[in-house]
């Protein structure tokens, strides 16, 4: 049983940065596919990035990409997401996944493992 625990959210005005962090414990951090999902009030969860278990692919979606940058640290058992240029669009609940089985994913439901999620306020 893998447990993920997400920091680093808050507030942050409109082209600022924050950088959210993903502690892992419980498994082999290194077999796990990661990933990086957010849901805004009434809004349905969407996907934001995806790290491969070796770190050598990643994958955004297409509102984030060029903005936000995944990456991993396997020897500290952590995944990171760097916000850049902050759009209020951006303010959601953050969410670090991770996958037994598959590299890439875009799909929630490829996801095994959830954290508890943090908040990321954008000010506009």
């Known amino acids: 049983q893998v447990q993920l625990v997400e920091s680093g959210g808050g507030l942050a005005q409109a082209g600022g940065s924050l950088r959210l962090s993903c502690a892992a414990s419980g498994g082999t951090f290194s077999n796990y596919g990661m990933g990086w999902f957010r849901q805004a009030p009434g809004k349905e969860r969407e996907f934001v990035a995806t790290?491969?278990?070796?770190?050598?692919?990643?994958d955004y979606a297409h509102s984030v990409k060029g903005r936000f940058t995944v990456s991993r640290d396997n020897a500290k058992n952590t995944v990171y997401l760097q916000m850049n240029s902050l759009k209020a669009e951006d303010t959601a609940v953050y969410y670090c996944?991770?996958?037994?089985?598959?590299?890439?994913?875009?799909?929630?439901?490829?996801?095994?493992?959830w954290g508890q999620g943090t908040q990321v306020t954008v000010s506009s």
């Open positions: 996944t991770a996958s037994s089985i598959w590299s890439l994913a875009r799909d929630a439901k490829k996801y095994d493992y």
């Open positions: 790290m491969a278990q070796s770190g050598a692919a990643t």
